[in-house]
């Protein structure tokens, strides 16, 4: 099963993002900070990053 992480600082979005991405793995975060912590904690691939958090996307990537 695909991995995706979704950072967003609102709550509202991550539901409804969640909701409409039924089937894969979510991993919610709401902001830059919070989204490294389940990373690092997440055990496994992450195969795709939605984002709109403060940080640049390629840096929050990295």
Request: net charge negative; hydrophobic share 50%; proline share 2%.
């Amino acid at each position: 099963m695909e991995t995706i992480l979704v950072v967003d600082d609102d709550a509202q979005v991550l539901a409804i993002v969640g909701k409409m991405l039924e089937g894969y793995r979510i991993l919610n975060a709401l902001n830059a900070e919070e989204s490294v912590r389940v990373a690092t904690d997440h055990v496994g691939p992450i195969h795709l990053l939605l984002t709109d958090a403060g940080a640049s996307g390629r840096e929050l990537a990295q």
